[in-house]
């Protein structure tokens, strides 16, 4: 309405020579996509009455000039109404979509129970783009008669065939959990998951396709984690005095599906006391960059710190995970922490991994 009326002053205080039909004509087109059908419709008839007001004031109405600016503003009017139902009807879709998608992501990555097998836990997916609900980051978590077995992976590629090997990779870890009495076992099972998918699939993704992953196990009579890291950053185990470690590997390992065959795999056996909180994460957090190229540390950044709970933890992350790039993250973010409770003081305990089938202290 601001720039019809002042188009009216406009017209008003200039000489007859100059007009002030562009100025009517757009506002209808600036008020389409930004308001509604009703407001558009309302700009859009109040533009042609001050058209046709201005041309009765100038005693012009009916010559050829006259016509020729009132009927512009008519056509840009009608317009206008077309290009808010395109606009409203393009954002109803959007938004389903976005319905659709998060739905999508539920179904394959339920969010876990905040307390599972008498360990605190929470999880968090956040998408690079903010339209996007789902990708290539997966995690699980499940109570079974071996204890809670956990996994955090990443899926090379994106859209829906990285979202189809996500599926693949937790449908075939919650039954493996379950079934397999080892954590190895566990991890040869995915293996052999997404053999079958590879093969399934033609042309250069069925050869170059693979998933980093962390398998995870945490033994309810024993106060530790075990751990099959196959590629994947490697988790940290955060102590109830500020103290952390890094649970690095005995050995490095192939990612999974990497098609090279069966793997060794060993899984290596870290302290958890309690108190502690075990925290995973995908690369899009160890490989966030500032606008340096300065890699996010989640080590250093959280070494000394204190946090309430597990969900507590993950929100400190993501976000000094926006700050440290400044909001201009380029890949997905999947982080999965389970803290075991703290019974009195808490035992921190630190020592070299163990692998199991080694002698260790």
């Given at each position: 309405?601001?720039?019809?009326?002042?188009?009216?002053?406009?017209?008003?205080?200039?000489?007859?020579?100059?007009?002030?039909?562009?100025?009517?004509?757009?506002?209808?087109?600036?008020?389409?996509?930004?308001?509604?059908?009703?407001?558009?419709?309302?700009?859009?008839?109040?533009?042609?009455?001050?058209?046709?007001?201005?041309?009765?004031?100038?005693?012009?109405?009916?010559?050829?000039?006259?016509?020729?600016?009132?009927?512009?503003?008519?056509?840009?009017?009608?317009?206008?109404?077309?290009?808010?139902?395109?606009?409203?009807?393009?954002?109803?879709?959007?938004?389903?979509?976005?319905?659709?998608?998060?739905?999508?992501?539920?179904?394959?990555?339920?969010?876990?129970?905040?307390?599972?097998?008498?360990?605190?836990?929470?999880?968090?997916?956040?998408?690079?783009?903010?339209?996007?609900?789902?990708?290539?980051?997966?995690?699980?978590?499940?109570?079974?008669?071996?204890?809670?077995?956990?996994?955090?992976?990443?899926?090379?590629?994106?859209?829906?065939?990285?979202?189809?090997?996500?599926?693949?990779?937790?449908?075939?870890?919650?039954?493996?959990?379950?079934?397999?009495?080892?954590?190895?076992?566990?991890a040869g099972r995915l293996e052999r998951a997404?053999?079958?998918?590879?093969?399934?699939?033609?042309?250069?993704?069925?050869?170059?396709?693979?998933?980093?992953?962390?398998?995870?196990?945490?033994?309810?009579?024993?106060?530790?984690?075990?751990?099959?890291?196959?590629?994947?950053?490697?988790?940290?185990?955060?102590?109830?005095?500020?103290?952390?470690?890094?649970?690095?590997?005995?050995?490095?390992?192939?990612?999974?599906?990497?098609?090279?065959?069966?793997?060794?795999?060993?899984?290596?056996?870290?302290?958890?006391?309690?108190g502690a909180t075990l925290l995973l994460y995908?690369?899009?957090?160890?490989?966030?960059?500032?606008?340096?190229?300065?890699?996010?540390?989640?080590?250093?950044?959280?070494?000394?710190?204190?946090?309430?709970?597990?969900?507590?933890?993950?929100?400190?992350?993501?976000?000094?995970?926006?700050?440290?790039?400044?909001?201009?993250?380029?890949?997905?973010?999947?982080?999965?922490?389970?803290?075991?409770?703290?019974?009195?003081?808490?035992?921190?305990?630190?020592?070299?991994?163990?692998?199991?089938?080694?002698?260790?202290?």
């Amino acid at each position: 309405m601001m720039m019809i009326i002042g188009g009216v002053v406009f017209d008003l205080a200039t000489p007859a020579g100059f007009t002030a039909s562009p100025l009517l004509a757009a506002a209808p087109l600036i008020a389409a996509p930004f308001f509604s059908l009703l407001n558009t419709v309302l700009t859009g008839v109040a533009a042609i009455a001050a058209a046709v007001g201005l041309e009765l004031y100038n005693r012009t109405l009916g010559n050829v000039t006259s016509s020729t600016e009132v009927g512009t503003v008519v056509t840009v009017a009608g317009l206008a109404v077309l290009i808010n139902r395109v606009v409203r009807l393009g954002g109803e879709r959007l938004a389903s979509a976005r319905v659709i998608a998060e739905t999508a992501q539920r179904a394959v990555l339920p969010t876990p129970a905040d307390r599972i097998g008498g360990l605190q836990v929470a999880a968090r997916y956040e998408a690079a783009q903010a339209d996007a609900f789902i990708g290539g980051d997966l995690f699980a978590v499940q109570d079974t008669p071996y204890g809670v077995r956990l996994i955090v992976g990443d899926v090379r590629g994106k859209g829906m065939e990285a979202v189809e090997s996500v599926a693949i990779v937790i449908g075939a870890f919650r039954e493996a959990a379950e079934q397999e009495s080892s954590l190895e076992g566990v991890a040869g099972r995915l293996e052999r998951a997404l053999a079958r998918e590879g093969e399934r699939r033609a042309g250069l993704e069925s050869v170059e396709g693979f998933t980093t992953a962390v398998l995870g196990e945490i033994p309810r009579a024993r106060s530790v984690v075990r751990l099959v890291n196959r590629g994947h950053p490697e988790p940290l185990v955060l102590y109830a005095d500020g103290g952390l470690d890094s649970l690095r590997p005995a050995k490095a390992a192939l990612p999974l599906g990497m098609g090279l065959g069966e793997w060794p795999d060993r899984a290596g056996e870290y302290p958890l006391p309690a108190g502690a909180t075990l925290l995973l994460y995908t690369d899009g957090v160890s490989e966030a960059r500032d606008r340096r190229g300065v890699f996010y540390d989640p080590g250093e950044r959280l070494a000394g710190r204190l946090f309430p709970g597990p969900e507590e933890l993950l929100d400190a992350i993501v976000d000094d995970v926006r700050r440290h790039t400044g909001g201009g993250s380029t890949d997905d973010m999947a982080l999965l922490a389970v803290s075991r409770p703290a019974e009195g003081q808490p035992d921190r305990r630190r020592t070299v991994p163990v692998v199991k089938g080694e002698e260790s202290e």
